[in-house]
């Protein structure tokens, strides 16, 4: 599956940004899917998940209830909202899926996803 991330922008300290992960070739089955994001020099985090069949979600620990991750109907688009953007949140933001249902504990690991998008760039100004 070719994932299309969107969304991302500058927006001042404690706004708000929703991101999108638009599926093509197929859908993103019964499978998984998260966000993952990577700062200048820093190595690629953990920011959610969530797996479709049973709508279980995770989070990184840094999230704190700031952002939420939600599927669309047609199991082709996922949104990451994102509210009281930090500074610290800049970063860009990658989509990854897994076509077949992951075990819980896997869905904050990068190798469980087999496919990964391109990346959208979100910047909070300070």
């Known amino acids: 599956v070719q994932l299309q991330a969107s969304g991302g922008g500058l927006v001042a300290t404690g706004g708000s940004l929703r991101l999108s992960c638009e599926a093509s070739g197929r859908t993103f089955s019964n499978g998984a899917v998260a966000w993952f994001r990577q700062a200048p020099g820093q190595e690629r985090v953990f920011v959610a998940a969530i797996r479709w069949s049973g709508g279980n979600r995770a989070y990184g620990d840094f999230v704190k209830g700031r952002f939420t991750i939600s599927g669309g109907s047609g199991k082709t688009l996922a949104y990451l909202q994102m509210n009281s953007l930090k500074p610290e949140d800049t970063a860009v933001y990658y989509c990854?899926?897994?076509?077949?249902?992951?075990?819980?504990?896997?869905?904050?690991?990068?190798?469980?996803?087999?496919?990964w998008g391109q990346g959208t760039q979100v910047t909070v100004s300070s």
């Open positions: 990854a899926a897994r076509s077949t249902r992951p075990i819980l504990s896997a869905l904050s690991l990068a190798p469980t996803y087999d496919s």
